[in-house]
């Protein structure tokens, strides 16, 4: 059967072309350098680490690192099955030109929707600002810029950044629902829990 191909937007287009006129090699080595964090590889040991930590930890950061690792496996494996039913060419095959000012090609020529590294953010900030709640804006904007390094050294289309984005966060929402992880508050220390009633009669 053959796969369903999708085109790139005039959005797609438009970005694709800027971010191929004003890259230099500098900017693609960078780029490529800070897009790593979001690989599954690293997310996966580190999510591992994490679990690992976490046993000698707390009811809640045990909780949190089980949430993390069953959030990590998915959106690590979902990517894969959706690169398999979609066709669509990746950016670096169509708009960059011969002088490639540094563009190197990235994965499979039709590997491109959705992104899997913004799957990878979107499913790990989500899972982060729930955890930690304070820190959401830090993480959303770090994510922000790490998603937009696919867009910058060409690996992915707007679209396929904003889309994986989207399925990392129902993904995330999806484990919680599943899991029946949909607070924290019961998993708190008995110290922090009567803290917690302090705040809340104060």
């Given at each position: 059967?053959?796969?369903?191909?999708?085109?790139?937007?005039?959005?797609?287009?438009?970005?694709?072309?800027?971010?191929?006129?004003?890259?230099?090699?500098?900017?693609?080595?960078?780029?490529?350098?800070?897009?790593?964090?979001?690989?599954?590889?690293?997310?996966?040991t580190?999510?591992?680490?994490?679990?690992?930590?976490?046993?000698?930890?707390?009811?809640?950061?045990?909780?949190?690192?089980?949430?993390?690792?069953?959030?990590?496996?998915?959106?690590?494996?979902?990517?894969?099955?959706?690169?398999?039913?979609?066709?669509?060419t990746?950016p670096?095959?169509?708009?960059?030109?011969?002088?490639?000012?540094?563009?190197?090609?990235?994965?499979?020529?039709?590997?491109?929707?959705?992104?899997?590294h913004?799957?990878?953010?979107?499913?790990?900030?989500?899972?982060?600002?729930?955890?930690?709640?304070?820190?959401?804006?830090?993480?959303?904007?770090?994510?922000?810029?790490?998603?937009?390094?696919?867009?910058?050294?060409?690996?992915?289309?707007?679209?396929?950044?904003?889309?994986?984005?989207?399925?990392?966060?129902?993904?995330?929402?999806?484990?919680?629902?599943?899991?029946?992880?949909?607070?924290?508050?019961?998993?708190?220390?008995?110290?922090?829990?009567?803290?917690?009633?302090?705040?809340?009669?104060?």
């Amino acid at each position: 059967m053959q796969q369903p191909s999708i085109p790139p937007t005039w959005l797609d287009t438009a970005v694709a072309k800027s971010a191929a006129k004003h890259t230099n090699p500098i900017i693609q080595n960078c780029a490529r350098s800070a897009t790593w964090a979001a690989d599954g590889r690293v997310l996966g040991t580190l999510a591992s680490a994490a679990w690992i930590i976490s046993r000698a930890g707390n009811l809640r950061q045990q909780a949190v690192a089980n949430h993390f690792v069953a959030t990590v496996a998915l959106a690590v494996v979902t990517p894969k099955i959706m690169k398999r039913l979609a066709d669509r060419t990746r950016p670096d095959r169509v708009v960059v030109g011969y002088d490639r000012h540094g563009v190197k090609t990235s994965g499979k020529p039709q590997d491109s929707f959705p992104s899997g590294h913004s799957v990878h953010i979107g499913a790990v900030v989500s899972a982060l600002s729930w955890a930690y709640p304070d820190k959401a804006a830090a993480f959303w904007g770090v994510g922000a810029v790490l998603a937009a390094t696919r867009v910058g050294v060409l690996a992915h289309w707007t679209t396929d950044v904003l889309a994986g984005l989207t399925l990392g966060v129902t993904l995330e929402n999806a484990v919680r629902r599943f899991s029946g992880t949909t607070s924290l508050s019961s998993t708190r220390t008995p110290d922090a829990s009567r803290a917690y009633r302090r705040d809340r009669r104060s």
